[in-house]
T-cell receptor, first 112, second 112 residues
Framework: ETGVTQTPRHLVMGMTNKKSLKCEQH?????MYWYKQSAKKPLELMFV???????ENNSVPSRFSPECPNSSHLFLHLHTLQPEDSALYLC???????????FGSGTRLTVV | GESVGLHLPTLSVQEGDNSIINCAYS??????FIWYKQESGKGPQFIID?????DKRQGQRVTVLLNKTVKHLSLQIAATQPGDSAVYFC???????????FGKGTKLTVNP
């Protein structure tokens, strides 16, 4: 375990479903990130939260909605997804000013 | 624009040999670089990092070399073991930013 926990590990959802991905860290970090990892592509940064405030949204479709209720928890709410959204969704955290990210194991999402 | 890339998508080595994984970057403003290892079913795991004011850094069995003149980063793994089989990513951070930009990754296979 890295200290960043993601649940669920696997998720299969229909295009009309609503689901949420959860990320939790107890490393004392104050920045959290959502990344999308698709086959044969670099990791794509989706959202950045710094001190619980969203500071970056990399042109992500509105069917993905992040939430950061406190510095230890990060959610990604999903609704009306498309099959091309199937991917591994990775959460990471870091301490501002210290640049290494700690990643969770990811949620493998399949949209059917 | 920013881009971080790797020269080879796959690398196959014999157990006990040394491995060299390469990475090219294009942003001369990048001041920090990291190598991550991702095993199957897991999130990326930090291996080693280097700041732009250094050209070499050593860890346990791993060495990172940075050549700023040609914007090239490499990861050397000594006495490669089967447990080193994974996908290796380099990432860079631009000065003044908290964001890491990742390359596509090189899949290392260690043959017994």
């Amino acid at each position: 375990e890295t200290g960043v926990t993601q649940t669920p590990r696997h998720l299969v959802m229909g295009m009309t479903n609503k689901k949420s991905l959860k990320c939790e860290q107890h490393l004392g970090h104050n920045a959290m990130y959502w990344y999308k990892q698709s086959a044969k592509k670099p990791l794509e940064l989706m959202f950045v939260y710094s001190l619980e405030e969203r500071v970056e949204n990399n042109s992500v479709p509105s069917r993905f909605s992040p939430e950061c209720p406190n510095s230890s928890h990060l959610f990604l709410h999903l609704h009306t997804l498309q099959p091309e959204d199937s991917a591994l969704y990775l959460c990471a955290s870091s301490s501002l000013g210290r640049y290494g990210y700690t990643f969770g194991s990811g949620t493998r999402l399949t949209v059917v | 624009g920013e881009s971080v890339g790797l020269h080879l998508p796959t690398l196959s080595v014999q157990e006990g040999d040394n491995s060299i994984i390469n990475c090219a970057y294009s942003n001369s403003a990048s001041d920090y670089f990291i190598w991550y290892k991702q095993e199957s079913g897991k999130g990326p795991q930090f291996i080693i990092d280097i700041r732009s004011n250094m050209d070499k850094r050593q860890g346990q069995r791993v060495t990172v070399l940075l050549n700023k003149t040609v914007k090239h980063l490499s990861l050397q793994i000594a006495a490669t073991q089967p447990g080193d089989s994974a996908v290796y990513f380099c990432a860079e951070k631009k000065g003044g930013s908290e964001k890491l930009v990742f390359g596509k990754g090189t899949k290392l296979t260690v043959n017994p």
